[in-house]
């Protein structure tokens, strides 16, 4: 087994941190879409 222990903190990120911002962003417009979409379903269908 490795002799090195955990430390909090010391691993580089940067790559998760930088995926799930995109994701997060995706999401969010996803959101914006389908609530815009249903929106205008109801108005066009009323």
Known sequence: MADKKHV???MDIT???KTF???MAWV????VI???SLVLLYL???
Request: aromatic share 10%; charged share 15%; proline share 0%.
């Open 21 to 23: 911002d995109g994701f």
């Open 8 to 10: 909090h903190g010391e």
């Open 28 to 31: 969010s417009w996803a959101v």
């Open 15 to 17: 790559t998760q941190e």
């Open 34 to 36: 389908i609530l815009v």
């Open 44 to 46: 066009i269908n009323g």
